[in-house]
């Protein structure tokens, strides 16, 4: 099994383009696997819970060069526990949460990554700005400006084909490219967090900079 994560890790690091970043999601994954992802090369995690990604933290605090980026939906009375733990935030969803998080970075002196969660499509079972509503906030999210907002997150509707699929990622992409020509001062797009285990490879034709792998490298998570 140990030894099988690390074989994942290298077919799939090698089935990808160089510049693309693989964050190793280890939400129920054991420290003891982590460790092994790490000796594969892994320098990125994803969790997308504050609380066990504390305890991991601790466990794993010998592993110095670790990024660590927060991808679950981030409840506002927690946002400053996310950026005292996590370097990258991929899940910013709404206004509200982006102005918090960058009055806490001030208070604080950080500076964290962010990313801004989208829907291209409607998902009651997702969180993330529609699109007119992400543009909408754009001024405002502008003066966040102790927040790197480096581009779009998305994750598309469960139980769409693979060309629907490939669709929402097209749109993503073109969605940044159409808010980076706005020539913001403080909003940059120049990643794309989209893929998991299901999808990363049409997120990859798509363009994607930063894929999020949990069960293809781990194995299925208990329920
Ligand atoms: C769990 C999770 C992943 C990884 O999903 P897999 O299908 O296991 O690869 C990626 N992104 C987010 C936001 C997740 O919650």
Same mark, same amino acid.
């Given at each position: 099994?140990?030894?099988?994560?690390?074989?994942?890790?290298?077919?799939?690091? !090698? !089935?990808?383009?160089? !510049?693309?970043?693989?964050?190793?999601?280890?939400?129920? +994954?054991?420290?003891?696997?982590?460790?092994?992802?790490?000796?594969?090369?892994?320098?990125?995690? %994803?969790?997308?819970?504050?609380?066990?990604?504390?305890?991991?933290?601790?466990?794993?605090?010998?592993?110095?060069?670790?990024? $660590?980026?927060? #991808?679950?939906?981030?409840?506002?009375?927690?946002?400053?526990?996310?950026?005292?733990?996590?370097? $990258?935030?991929?899940? +910013?969803?709404?206004?509200?949460?982006?102005?918090? /998080?960058?009055? =806490?970075?001030?208070?604080? %002196? =950080?500076?964290? !990554? *962010?990313?801004?969660? *989208?829907?291209?499509?409607?998902?009651?079972?997702?969180?993330?700005?529609?699109?007119?509503?992400?543009?909408?906030?754009?001024?405002?999210?502008?003066?966040?400006?102790?927040?790197?907002?480096?581009?779009?997150?998305?994750?598309?509707?469960?139980?769409?084909?693979?060309?629907?699929?490939?669709? +929402?990622?097209?749109?993503?992409?073109?969605?940044?490219?159409? #808010?980076?020509?706005?020539? $913001?001062?403080? #909003?940059?797009?120049?990643?794309?967090?989209?893929?998991?285990?299901?999808?990363?490879? /049409?997120?990859?034709?798509?363009?994607?900079?930063?894929?999020?792998?949990?069960? #293809? =490298?781990?194995?299925?998570?208990?329920?």
């Amino acid at each position: 099994m140990i030894s099988s994560i690390s074989e994942r890790i290298t077919a799939i690091r !090698s !089935s990808l383009p160089a !510049s693309v970043r693989l964050i190793a999601v280890t939400k129920q +994954v054991s420290t003891e696997a982590m460790r092994c992802a790490y000796a594969a090369g892994i320098r990125d995690f %994803g969790e997308s819970r504050i609380q066990e990604a504390a305890s991991k933290q601790i466990e794993l605090q010998d592993l110095r060069d670790i990024t $660590w980026h927060f #991808i679950g939906h981030l409840q506002t009375n927690k946002a400053k526990k996310a950026i005292e733990q996590f370097t $990258w935030i991929h899940s +910013v969803d709404n206004l509200k949460l982006a102005q918090r /998080l960058n009055q =806490l970075a001030q208070q604080l %002196g =950080l500076s964290p !990554s *962010v990313c801004l969660q *989208v829907k291209i499509l409607p998902d009651p079972n997702k969180s993330g700005w529609s699109v007119p509503q992400l543009l909408a906030d754009l001024p405002e999210l502008n003066q966040c400006k102790n927040l790197q907002i480096q581009g779009l997150m998305t994750i598309p509707p469960l139980e769409l084909n693979d060309l629907e699929i490939l669709d +929402v990622f097209n749109q993503t992409r073109t969605l940044a490219q159409q #808010i980076q020509e706005q020539n $913001w001062s403080h #909003i940059h797009m120049q990643h794309l967090s989209m893929g998991m285990s299901g999808d990363y490879q /049409l997120a990859v034709q798509a363009g994607a900079t930063i894929v999020r792998l949990g069960t #293809i =490298l781990f194995g299925e998570r208990p329920l």
